[in-house]
């Protein structure tokens, strides 16, 4: 478990890295409005970073996570969309 818990944090690093990068180096913003392209690639980036940071805060396998998402009423998870929504504020500020 414990290199499963390593790889998921590489991958959430290589992640936040490739944000950032292509934050400073595309312009993202015309006339103070980002594309809503770009806004559906961030906003997808950002839940895909809240999903491997909750199932290692929640020490789940993706498998586990994956379950749990489908149980779920909603479909999704709302703690993972609401944290990933919250990210995604932070980026367009």
Known sequence: M???????????????????????????????TMSNITNETLLEQCYDEAWVDYAVKNNLTQDQLDAIDQ?????????????AQRRFEDLCR
């Open 2 to 32: 414990s290199g499963q818990k390593e790889l998921l944090m590489v991958l959430r690093l290589l992640i936040s890295n490739l944000i950032n990068f292509l934050a400073k180096s595309t312009p993202l913003v015309f006339a103070n």
């Open 71 to 83: 149980d779920s009423e909603l479909g999704y998870l709302p703690e993972i969309a609401e944290e």
